[in-house]
């Protein structure tokens, strides 16, 4: 992947955007072993959009949860373009507390718009559904992390983002609002997107100065299996350190760094 460090905010939106980028499927073909894939919520049905399951990295036992907006056409509108419903959430949760009970860390692939704006997903609790993700991530007890991989959209990409270790690539980016939509309520004007995008400081750089993430993994001039790889040994290192934490300690630091956020 190509990149340029002057390259706009805007520019980086374009880039996470970009429907040749990969996205969390990509890192679990190439990432886990021996992945299994788990369906549903137990309430009402599965959600192609979200995609989890447990496997292996490095030989360490995890459960892993990703967004998936799919390749071809008919497999991008059965995932609705990677924008989770209530039932992806839900599902998500539903491993995440599985993985507490048999104490395996979670790793969660963030990249999605955000959560699907469809009245049925309204109708089956949208909001509360990310809600109750955040007040649950919070206290999960065993260690969660986060990749944002590419467009992390509001709380539809926040309620896989609660965790002890948040990791962005380079050209990813993570915001409560897409430009476009700040643009439109700001200036009421979407082309001003590009502005938009300065003042929201959503790309790695601005977050990882903020402290809203941890680590970012460099794209430029490396291939999608060079990051890959990199990204890989940075999830093995983070698990091994949190997992020699005690569960106090991972609660408290978890904890404190989300309240550090904005102060």
Known sequence: ???????????????????????GGYYIDR???????????RRYGDDGAIVGGVGFIGGKPVTVIAMERGDEITDRM?????????????????????????????????????????????????GEAIAENLFEMMGIKVPIISVVVGEGGSGGALALGVGDTVIMLENAVYSVISPEGCASILWKDS??????????KLTSRDLLGFGVIEKIIEEENRSAAEI????????????????????????????????????
Do not use: W
């Not at 924008?83 to 995440?96: N, T």
């Not at 082309?191 to 929201?200: F, I, P, Q, R, S």
């Not at 569960?247 to 102060?263: N, S, V």
């Open 228 to 263: 890959c790889s990199e990204l890989k040994k940075t999830i093995l290192a983070e698990l091994s350190e949190k997992c020699a934490m005690s569960e106090k300690e991972l609660l408290d630091k978890r904890y404190h760094k989300f309240r550090k956020i904005g102060a």
């Open 191 to 200: 082309a001003k997107a590009a502005d938009a995008a300065e003042v929201l």
């Open 78 to 126: 059965r995932r609705h373009f990677g924008c989770p419903s209530p039932e992806g959430y839900r599902k998500a949760l539903r491993l995440m507390k599985e993985a507490e009970k048999f104490n395996r860390p979670i790793v969660c692939f963030i990249g999605s718009s955000g959560a699907y704006p469809g009245i049925e997903a309204e109708e089956r609790g949208q």
């Open 1 to 23: 992947m190509e990149n340029n460090k002057n390259i706009t905010a805007y520019e980086r939106v374009q880039a996470a955007r970009s429907g040749k980028r990969p996205m």
């Open 31 to 41: 990432m886990v072993d021996d992945f299994v894939e788990l369906h549903g919520d």
